[in-house]
């Protein structure tokens, strides 16, 4: 019983010790995930201005740049695929990862071969393991990125589409990356950043007259200048989402955890309380018996 005992401690121990690790992991997350939101939120509505301004430039003008015109010949498809540098975050990476390997059936089953960028090193791990080749990883500050990444990301993927396809080169770019709608809710999104698809100038059933536009110098300067900032501008809420996203995946998961070792710890406890109970009566059994024998016989 005393060895039966001691290993129940022992687990009730290891479970204290687990708990204060993921509890301190939790507040870490839900500490940061308001600056996380805050930072989606300032990006979010520049990111969609900046889309509306180049879809009116594209749209309102006669202007064939190579960013806004799909080519008549798709033979390559490069996929950003954004996950995450550390673990215990759930189903956080495996979700992004599961939904980039859906996106590159679906393009190979249209007759297009498929190039990766990855961002995380959840990411570089799924393909070094498996042995699969990737164009360019970026690592490091997932969970708080920095602009300068997002436009390193930018510069790689057009520098990628502006070149032909004997020297490498790609034909569209799609972004795969957790989208953060709340904290229990973070769904995997695709979105494809080029060839631009405008927006604006869809026809719909409204009688809204959209304005006409004025370029100076010239639209197709114009597009030159916006379009870097469009790809940087999607690129970096790609990146802030996936961080929220990141965030409230760990705390939740580390809430679990918490949760789970709490119900270890109470499981443990009333097993080694019935050891020690146990014990305790064999003990008085050992000493009624051992004072019984020792006792005269009666005549």
């Known amino acids: ?60 003008s006669n202007v064939e740049h190579p960013l806004t015109v799909e080519r008549e010949k798709l033979d390559t498809a490069a996929v950003v695929i954004f996950t ?22 679906l393009l190979r089953s249209q007759g297009k071969s498929v190039v990766y960028f990855l961002v995380g090193r959840k990411a570089n791990a799924y393909f070094s393991f498996r042995k699969r080749d990737s164009e360019k990883v970026w690592t490091g500050g997932t969970d708080q990125p920095v602009f300068e990444t997002a436009k390193e990301i930018a510069d790689a993927v057009v520098t990628a589409y502006n070149l032909d396809d004997a020297e490498g080169g790609v034909d569209e770019i799609h972004l795969v990356y957790n989208r953060f709608v709340s904290m ?9 950043l080029l060839p631009l698809e405008v927006v604006e100038g869809e026809a719909t059933e409204s009688t809204e007259v959209y304005p006409l536009y004025e370029f100076e110098p010239d639209a197709e300067t114009v597009l030159d200048a916006l379009l870097p900032i469009y ?6 809420n790609a990146m802030l989402q996936s961080a929220a996203a990141e965030h409230a995946a760990r705390q ?3 809430k679990s955890a918490s949760d789970n070792a709490d119900n270890l710890i109470r499981d443990y406890t009333r097993l080694a309380n019935n050891a020690r109970q146990s014990e305790i009566t064999q003990q008085i059994s050992e000493i009624v018996g051992g004072a019984d024998a020792l006792a005269p016989a009666k005549k």
Not at 22 to 37: F, G, H, N, P, V
Not at 94 to 101: D, G, P, T, Y
Not at 231 to 236: D, F, G, K, L, N
């Open 1 to 60: 019983m005393g060895a039966q005992l001691r290993v129940y401690r022992s687990k009730i121990k290891s479970a204290q010790t687990t708990k204060k690790i993921t509890r301190a992991m939790e507040l870490i997350s839900a500490s940061r995930i308001q600056k996380a939101q805050q930072r989606v939120a300032e990006s979010t509505p520049y990111s969609r201005a900046i889309t509306r301004a180049v879809s009116a430039v594209a749209t309102h």
């Open 84 to 105: 995450s540098d550390r673990g215990l975050a759930g189903a956080f990476s495996s979700s992004v990862l599961k939904e980039a390997e859906s996106l590159a059936a």
């Open 184 to 192: 229990v809710s973070q769904v995997p999104e695709i979105v494809r």
């Open 231 to 236: 790809v940087e501008s999607r690129i970096w």
């Open 252 to 254: 939740k998961a580390m």
